[in-house]
């Protein structure tokens, strides 16, 4: 599926804001991804839930989509990568890290609750946050001095029609210092967000990023 992006300016650095919900930030050669949430379909179907397995392969092709579409070195991701505890889709990830080329790294979210040795034998480096200049990856939004990039929230926007309709988005959310992500993974939910004046929305609307 082709995605279309939309460019903005942080900090005099340039990132694409990709229709999927991956950032691309050229100067680092970087992709920047929240909240993929891996193995929640098998985690709701342990527990009864009666899901098809085919909708977890929608992230692998999703991922595979825009690491094809960039010339990313590397490829963070904000946290929430593997929703639970080890279930069947791990051996499925296990698989797909092993063909990727670029670096990845972990910035360990809340539902990151595998134990750290797993990640790591499969060569994804993890940290709580990490620096790059002039940005702090983080996986939930915090208040600092630094200019904060992460996901947690699941933002989105719902437009508001004629009578009752509105139609619901996910959605990149710029306030202050932060920038947060959308979900990357399916089956995740929205936050609906209430923008404060000077704060930024950037709509995923079809395959492209429209600024509100």
């Known amino acids: ?29 970087a992709l920047l991804i929240a909240d993929v949430h891996l193995g929640k379909i098998e985690h ?13 392969l929608k992230n692998y092709v999703q991922l595979d989509a825009v690491i094809q579409k960039y010339p990313a070195e590397t490829l963070y991701f904000l946290g929430d990568l593997f929703h639970s505890e080890l279930n069947s889709e791990w051996k499925r990830f296990e698989n797909w890290v092993k063909k990727q080329s670029m670096d990845l790294v972990l910035i360990k979210g809340n539902h990151d609750i595998i134990h750290a040795q797993a990640f790591e034998n499969l060569g994804i480096q993890l940290f709580n946050q990490l620096k ?40 990149f959310y710029q306030k202050k210092n932060q920038l947060i992500l959308p979900a990357f993974g399916a089956f995740t939910g929205h936050y609906y967000i209430q923008p404060e004046e000077g704060e930024q929305v950037y709509l995923v609307a079809e395959n492209e990023v429209v600024s509100l």
């Open 1 to 29: 599926m082709n995605t279309k992006d939309l460019s903005i300016h942080i900090l005099g650095e340039k990132l694409h804001l990709d229709a999927s919900g991956a950032i691309y930030w050229p100067a680092k050669k």
């Open 44 to 56: 709701f179907r342990k527990n009864g839930s009666p899901l098809p397995p085919v909708l977890g």
């Open 132 to 171: 790059i200049t002039p940005f702090l990856l983080n996986h939930e939004p915090i208040e600092t001095s630094a200019f904060v990039i992460c996901g947690h929230l699941h933002p989105g926007y719902r437009l508001q029609g004629k009578g009752k309709q509105y139609l619901q988005l996910p959605c």
